[in-house]
Nanobody
Framework: QVQLVESGGGSVQAGGSLRLSCAAS????????MGWFRQAPGKERERVAT????????YYDDSVKGRFTISQGNAKNTFYLQMNSLKPEDTAMYYC??????????????????WGQGTQVTVSS
């Protein structure tokens, strides 16, 4: 069965860095979009970054462009979110998700069917 397991969250000071990991199993990742989402208490869930390894395309929310990088590891079922220059507003629960690409919206629609349990990221001033 499909499983997504996040790790790497923690507490860091503003300006610091953190790398989140997502271990995927139970599906062929090259056929899926992989995404990182985040949600802070009382806030809407936000798409942070997506990647489609089959086409090598990536997407970043404007709030993280230039600071965050989504990538696939040497172990092809592993994905990372490298977060640099962290800000307090980055504080949220971060989730790894997977879904099939859809024509038109591609990896940025609401096609994410599989979700990890989340990992907490806290950035202090």
């Amino acid at each position: 069965q499909v499983q997504l397991v996040e790790s790497g969250g923690g507490s860091v000071q503003a300006g610091g860095s953190l790398r989140l990991s997502c271990a995927a199993s139970g599906f062929t990742v090259s056929r899926y979009c992989m995404g990182w989402f985040r949600q802070a208490p009382g806030k809407e869930r936000e798409r942070v970054a997506t990647i489609y390894t089959g086409g090598g395309s990536t997407y970043y929310d404007d709030s993280v462009k230039g600071r965050f990088t989504i990538s696939q590891g040497n172990a092809k079922n592993t994905f990372y979110l490298q977060m640099n220059s962290l800000k307090p507003e980055d504080t949220a629960m971060y989730y790894c998700a997977a879904g099939r690409p859809s024509f038109g919206s591609w990896c940025n629609g609401n096609q994410y069917n599989y979700w990890g349990q989340g990992t907490q990221v806290t950035v202090s001033s």
